[in-house]
C-alpha cells in the first residue's frame, strides 16, 4: 500500500484451554522462537513475548495488512501443532477460543515491555484471571465473568 503509513502496537493475550497449566517451562524458549517465526511471517515485528504455564502475551508492532484475528489464529493453530507433534503434553494441547487484543502508543511501549517481561514476579502476587480482569477494566472493556477463558465456578 503506496503512502500507507503506520504505528501500531497490539498486546496479545490467549490462554490454553481451561486455563490447565501445561506449558513446560524447559520448552519455553522454544515457543516463543516458533511464534516470533509466525509474528514475522505475517510482516509484523516481535516486541516482546512471555508465557506461563497457562497463558501467553506477546507483543508487536501490527501490519494492518493483515487482520488480528488471523495473526493470532496462526499463532494459536501453528503453535498448538507443535506442540503436539512434539508431545510436549500428555493428550492433547489447545488454546483457549477467543484473546484479548489490546492498543498501546509509542510512549507506553517500555511500560508495557517491562510487563511481560517480568510476569513470573507478576503471577507470584495475582493468577491469570485477575491479571485478565484488571486489564479489560484498565481498558473499560465490558466482559462477562462467566466467558473470560473458560471461568470456574471455583474463582
Known amino acids: 500500500m503506496a503512502n500507507t503509513y503506520t504505528q501500531l502496537y497490539i498486546h496479545i ?6 486455563r490447565d497449566r ?6 519455553k ?6 511464534i516470533t517465526g509466525i509474528v514475522e511471517h505475517r510482516e509484523c515485528k516481535l516486541i516482546a513475548i512471555n508465557s506461563m504455564p497457562d497463558h501467553v502475551h506477546v507483543l508487536i508492532g501490527y501490519n494492518p495488512k493483515f487482520a488480528l484475528s488471523d495473526i493470532v489464529r496462526d499463532i494459536k493453530s501453528a503453535s ?3 506442540m503436539n507433534e512434539g508431545g510436549w503434553v500428555r493428550g492433547k494441547f489447545e488454546w483457549q477460543d477467543g484473546f484479548g487484543a489490546f492498543s498501546y502508543s509509542r510512549s507506553q511501549l517500555n511500560v508495557i515491555i517491562r510487563y511481560i517481561e517480568n510476569q513470573e514476579q507478576h503471577h507470584t502476587v495475582k493468577n491469570f484471571v485477575e491479571e485478565y480482569i484488571e486489564i479489560l477494566e484498565a481498558f473499560g ?6 466467558y473470560i477463558f473458560g471461568w470456574k465456578k471455583e474463582e
Open 29 to 34: 524458549a522454544d515457543l516463543h522462537r516458533y
Open 13 to 18: 493475550v490467549f490462554a490454553v484451554k481451561h
Open 80 to 82: 498448538s501443532k507443535m
Open 141 to 146: 472493556i465490558e466482559y462477562d465473568r462467566r
Open 22 to 27: 501445561v506449558i513446560p517451562g524447559s520448552k
